[in-house]
């Protein structure tokens, strides 16, 4: 079970897995006060995801700008890579315009 750090109002400011001399108060795993204090770390992820999403997106227009100027042949990539780019560019055309990967920048 984790440990718990109090500050003068009540709210937790510190988590431990192992009891201290200042971290001593056992709270349930699944508690709402350690989800909400853990919280932000899950921001975190959701931030580092949703930007991982956008970088595929840019390396997919670097990928075809380095096939449209014959810097590399798609043939020159595995099977399962070309599978993937040309389903992703299949779905890019079916949506259309509404993909505005790298805007205006």
């Given at each position: 079970m984790p440990y718990v750090k109090r500050d003068?109002?009540?709210a937790v400011v510190a988590v431990s897995r192992d009891s201290t001399v200042d971290i001593y108060e056992e709270v349930?795993?699944?508690?709402?006060e350690l989800a909400a204090f853990l919280g932000d770390g899950e921001a975190g992820r959701e931030s580092i995801d949703q930007t991982d999403q956008d970088f595929v997106r840019v390396l997919e227009d670097v990928v075809q700008l380095l096939i449209?100027?014959?810097v590399i042949l798609f043939t020159d990539l595995p099977d399962s890579a070309q599978e993937k780019i040309m389903r992703r560019?299949?779905?890019?055309?079916e949506l259309g315009g509404r993909l505005d990967l790298i805007g205006e920048d």
């Open positions: 003068a109002t009540g349930p795993e699944g508690s709402a449209d100027k014959g560019q299949r779905l890019r055309s």
